[in-house]
């Protein structure tokens, strides 16, 4: 049986993990951006695109890691896509165009259903409308002996934790202060939930820290 991880989130140094205002010009709200370069920076993002260059070390590594064994991804509604409500039809597709990067069954939580949408390379988004259980039963079963990675955003991570639900988490702190956004600790004990630090690295990018419970 695989695990249930958070890998690859981003945090600004005071734990901001997405900024305010998202829209369809900022996916990750104003300012989000800025907390990603370690990721975006590195040889495995560029080939996830298509691309050469990159750079290669530390971040190399805990980007390749955070895309790297899984069988199935969890997203909130908002890491979907910027509308809110009902789909107004079915035009929206994702962010990342005709071939995402999972490449996996992919369950997205929202209150409105949908049929599902077969992408380019793998990809299947399934829209889950009966909770974050729920969600993660069907992904378990997709993911057979693989891991589910609960992909976020801030809302959607801190609902599985508070659940009890995630073995291991891999945070990726930038320096860069937000000042306002989607909060990550706030009324959140990680010790009290069981984890524990058990890796740590630092690079001028970010600061990769580990937990697992």
Known sequence: MGKVIVSGFCLSIDGFGA?????LENPLGKRGGEMFSWHTGSRHFHRMFG??????????D??????TGFGAFILGRNMFGPIRGDWPDETWKGWWGDNPPYHAPTFVLTHYAREPIEMEGGTVFHFITDGIEAALEQA?????????KIGGGVSTVRQYLLAGLVDE???????????????????????????????????????HIVLTR
């Open 19 to 23: 900024g305010p205002d998202q829209s």
């Open 51 to 60: 691309k050469e260059g990159g750079t290669e070390g530390i971040d190399n």
């Open 62 to 67: 805990f980007s390749t890691r955070s895309m």
């Open 140 to 148: 378990k079963t997709a993911a057979a002996d693989k891991n589910v």
């Open 169 to 207: 988490i891999h945070f990726a702190i930038s320096p860069v202060a937000l000042g306002q956004g989607e909060a990550m600790f706030a009324g959140l004990d990680l010790p009290a939930l069981g984890f524990s630090v058990t890796e740590h690295a630092a690079t001028e990018a970010a600061t």
